[in-house]
C-alpha cells in the first residue's frame, strides 16, 4: 500500500560528475578500477548518498623498481 503512494522505489542510476575530469588529469598515472558510490538512510528512512570514490591503481618507479599504491 506504501510502495504506491511513494511511486517507483528502485534505485537504479546515480548520476556523479567531475569523475571524468579526474581521470582525464591523472590518465597517465592510474589505473581505473571504477567508482564506488556510498549511501546511508537518514533518520526519516531516506536513502541518501555519502561519498563517491574513483578507484584507482598508481604505478609509480623508483630506481627501476616498480610500486602500487
Known amino acids: 500500500m506504501y510502495?504506491?503512494?511513494?511511486?517507483?522505489?528502485?534505485?537504479?542510476r546515480v548520476r556523479v560528475t567531475g569523475v571524468r575530469t579526474v581521470y582525464d588529469k591523472y590518465k597517465d598515472i592510474i589505473e581505473s578500477?571504477?567508482?564506488k558510490a556510498h549511501f546511508q538512510?537518514?533518520?526519516?528512512?531516506l536513502l541518501i548518498i555519502?561519498?563517491?570514490?574513483?578507484?584507482c591503481k598508481v604505478e609509480?618507479?623508483?630506481?627501476?623498481?616498480v610500486f602500487f599504491l
Not at 510502495?3 to 537504479?12: A, E, K, M, N, S
Open 33 to 35: 578500477k571504477g567508482v
Open 60 to 65: 609509480f618507479r623508483i630506481k627501476n623498481r
Open 50 to 55: 555519502d561519498r563517491v570514490r574513483v578507484v
Open 41 to 45: 538512510l537518514d533518520e526519516n528512512c
Open 3 to 12: 510502495f504506491r503512494i511513494l511511486g517507483q522505489t528502485d534505485l537504479v
